[in-house]
């Protein structure tokens, strides 16, 4: 059977309907509500067109300071010097 939340994972058990994964979030919902546990998800997980903007300059620009760190190819075991 399939857990009726993700519909990808196998329940736990054949009584179940969720798979562990699911179960953990529900047992959240559970003990903090779920009103915030989904307000808590939305504020990490989701993301507006400002935000997205702000970090792909973000990401632009520490990787351009970081890219002479990919210019050198690593050693293999046989190039190191012991």
């Given at each position: 059977m399939v857990c009726v939340m993700c519909e990808k994972n196998s329940v736990e058990n054949w009584f179940g309907s969720f798979c562990p994964e699911?179960?953990?979030?529900?047992?959240?919902?559970?003990?903090?509500?779920?009103?915030?546990?989904l307000e808590i998800l939305k504020k990490c997980c989701i993301r507006d067109e400002n935000q997205l903007e702000k970090k792909i300059n973000s990401h632009k620009r520490s990787k351009s300071d970081s890219d002479e760190s990919y210019e050198t190819k690593p050693l293999t075991r046989s190039q190191k010097k012991v």
């Open positions: 699911c179960r953990q979030i529900k047992n959240l919902g559970n003990v903090y509500g779920f009103d915030r546990v």
